[in-house]
């Protein structure tokens, strides 16, 4: 069990630790559920939010906001 003093620590998918507001590149094609687009891989992501859940950021890319992203598709840009 997890207490609330434990900080959730969030890595891409080269084991970088992330942070809110890092860029992010996407390592893999996403289909992205409800529309009919792709993220290619090579996007690049700027200022990336961190959730409550390690494995998953929140972001907007290619004009589409509200993404939330699985952390093993991504890697962290340097």
Do not use: P, Y
């Not at 609330?4 to 630790?17: F, P, S």
């Not at 094609?29 to 700027?46: A, N």
């Not at 990336?48 to 004009?63: F, P, V, W, Y």
Request: hydrophobic fraction near 35%; include cysteine; charge should be negative.
């Amino acid at each position: 069990m997890e207490t609330e003093d434990e900080e959730i620590i969030t890595k891409d998918a080269h084991g970088n630790v992330l942070a809110s507001g890092d860029t992010v590149i996407v390592i893999k094609d996403l289909k992205v559920k409800g529309t009919s687009s792709t993220l290619k891989q090579g996007t690049k992501i700027k200022n990336i939010r961190l959730t409550g859940d390690e494995e998953l950021i929140e972001c907007s890319a290619d004009g589409m906001k509200g993404l939330v992203l699985r952390t093993e598709f991504l890697k962290k840009s340097q």
